[in-house]
C-alpha cells in the first residue's frame, strides 16, 4: 500500500464529497481496520491523515482571527485529526468526514476553552457567555443603535436574567487588562495616567508607627538614667562614647544599658496578649 492508492476527490467517481479536500479513502480506512498495529498499519495511517490534512487547516481557518495564531489552531486541528483516523470503525456506516469534523471542531472549542482565557472560567459559564454573545449579536442586527437589555437577552436566549448578568460578566474575563492600559478619560490628554497608578503599594510607614506605638508605654516604665540613654541614642542619634562622657560613665556600661533595656522592651511586647489594649494593660 502506498499513497498513490489514495485517491482525491477530483479522481473519483461522482459528487460523494462536499468540499474539495475530502479524499476517498474508503479502501484505506477498510485496510486500516483489518491490519494489525504494527509499522505498516502506522504508515497508512500516515498517509491517511496527510491526505485529510487539508480538511483540517479549513476547519481551524474559521477560528482565526479569535486571539490564537493560525499555525497554533492548525496543530490542533492536525492532533484532533490524527485521533479521528486512529478511532474511526468504517464497518459503522458512518463516512469518516461526519466523523472528523465533530472531532476536530471539538477539540479547537476545548483549545479555547482550556488555554485562551486569561481567567479560570467554569465550563457553564463560559456556555453562559456564548449564549449572551450570540443573542447581543442577534439583538443589535434589529434594534436602533442601542444596546440590548437584561430582559431583550434574557427572552431570545431563553436564560433567566441571573444567567444573562453571570454571562455578561463572563464576557469581561476572557482576556484581561494590562497594568499599562490608560484609564477611562484619560487617553489623548498626556498625563499618561494607567490602571497601575491606582493600585497601592506597600506602606512601610505603617510597621513603624506600630512599632512605635507598642514601645512608648514600655519607655515610659523605664529608670529616668535608661529611658535619657535610649532618647539620646535613638532619637538624638549620639553616638555611644559621647553618651558616656555626658553621664560620666563608661562606654561599655552605656552599650549594657541599652542592650538590657531594648531587651526587657522587647520580652514585655512579645508576652503581651493580643487583647491588651493601647495603654499597655489587659482588656476587660
Partial sequence: MNTTQLRTKAQAAGARHSHHDAPDTTADFEELA??????????LQDCVVTAWLPMAHRLAAKYRNRGEAVEDLEQVAALALVKAVERYDPSRGKAFEAFAIPTIYGELKRHFRDHMWDLHVPRRVQNLRNQ???SVRDLSLTLDDRTPTITEIAEHSGLTEDDVHTGLEALESYSSLSLDAEMPGTAGNGDGFSLVDTLGTEETGYDHVIDREAVKTRLRHLPDREREILYLRFFREMTQSAIAHEFGISQMHVSRLISGACRRIREEIEDTPEEADAGGRPAA
Fill in 132 to 134: 449572551v454573545r450570540a
Fill in 34 to 43: 483489518a491490519m494489525h498495529d504494527g509499522p505498516e498499519k502506522q504508515r
